[in-house]
């Protein structure tokens, strides 16, 4: 498992505030059966480990994970 710096977990929080709104690129997850490319949502937050805790439109609570999943802000 990676670690993240204390002064990465800032900038993430800084980038995402909650309320921020999303969109999915890319996420390789075996698990997800609702994501897909385009997906839009809101974060609810950035945790300690620094995954984006998205509420998809599409009902989803997968988080984002910098350096494996990929996304933008709209």
Not at 22 to 32: K, S
């Amino acid at each position: 498992m990676k670690m993240i710096s204390e002064w990465e977990l800032k900038q993430l929080r800084e980038e995402y505030p909650v309320g921020t709104r999303m969109e999915l690129i890319y996420m390789d997850d075996p698990y997800n059966r609702k994501l897909v490319p385009g997906c839009r949502g809101t974060v609810r937050c950035v945790d300690d480990m620094g995954t984006i805790h998205v509420s998809w439109d599409c009902g989803s609570g997968l988080g984002l994970v910098p350096g494996e999943d990929a996304w933008k802000k709209i």
